[in-house]
DNA sequence: TAGATTGTTAATCGATTAACAATC
DNA sequence: TAGATTGTTAATCGATTAACAATC
């Protein structure tokens, strides 16, 4: 979260940032960035804050986004082009379509740590347990279906439908008042 | 999470469950399940489980999914269309491209109460503050830019970028345990 | 009655907030 | 030196875990 408003602000000549610019855009608080941030090092400069092109850097290095990671994408509907295209911010040519056996065996070979799963969402699961036998242990599952996280990998769900639940439930309601 | 595994669930004819098992599909433990859905109610009935259909329909009722809600779309591209599908699991037919301000118009007329946000990322923030202005509560930004929210809405950001920049730092690094 | 499983209470843990000393 | 802002420590808060009594 921190990183993307960073690349944003050095994108757009911002050289200084302090903690509550940074928060507000956020949404948090001013206190909550120093914390977190110096959960992992003394980033800023007593008195004047901190600066966005070594800031963006080390978070950057923190979040290991700096070197270039291998991944697969499972998946040739709808859900894998808006994933790439979200990724890339824009179309990315150059597909074929493979057995999965071939697929994995490129997987192994190549090391390829992170996977996407893009399928329909029937076969999420089963897609996850593959990848993770070929090596993979992080994987986003943009399928729409559920899936039971194998020991060794990490499993994040996005799905539209849970996003939307969510929301439907924290809405603010007229009268009502919640903390937080 | 609960209610897309429930909904599961019933669709595949299964009638109980118990707290563990409703657990080991969402990746969490049994006593988290109980804490969490005693939160609102008794659902269980001691010693036999929850009945499938009494908790899925009582939990809706609790995020309030039961109850059909209008909520607009703005956006044309690529992340609109993924939204789509989805959410309605098939794409979904008859569009026509408006001025906002008729879009508004009718948002406000209609009492409209949640957004979702496809947009280009340079417009995000304009779009929900907009938004706001014509009564809308609660958005869903996938637009991949940030947000600042407006006092009385609740955003949820959903950016493939900000998932796999958490992987990235979640996922296991060969000798290292983390907690948790 | 015995076994199973919930719901709740108490204990633990971690995250957020508040306050302020350190220092640029 | 004065003002601003970080980083840290202590206090608060909420969420998770552990344990178990209640009861179907």
Known sequence: MYHDVLVRLED????RVRSQELARECNVR???VRADLSRFDRFGIVGHGYDVHVL?????????V???????????????????????????????????????G???SLRVRFGVVATEPGWAQETVDALQMVGVVAVLNVSGGG???PSGVVVETASP???????????PRRGVRVSG
Chains 1, 2 share one sequence.
């Not at 697969?72 to 999965?100: C, D, K, Q, Y």
């Not at 439908?161 to 809405?171: D, E, H, I, Q, Y």
């Open 147 to 149: 899936v039971r996280c």
């Open 30 to 32: 001013g206190d909550r």
């Open 106 to 108: 490129v997987v192994q």
């Open 56 to 64: 963006r850097i080390n978070l950057g290095r923190v979040l290991r």
């Open 66 to 104: 700096q070197t270039p990671r291998k991944a697969v994408l499972i998946g040739t509907g709808a859900s894998a082009e808006a994933f790439l295209l979200g990724v890339a911010g824009r179309m990315v040519g150059g597909r074929s379509v493979e057995p999965f056996d071939v697929v994995a």
């Open 12 to 15: 757009a000549g911002v050289r």
């Open 161 to 171: 439908m849970l996003s939307f639940k969510r929301l439907s439930f924290l809405a």
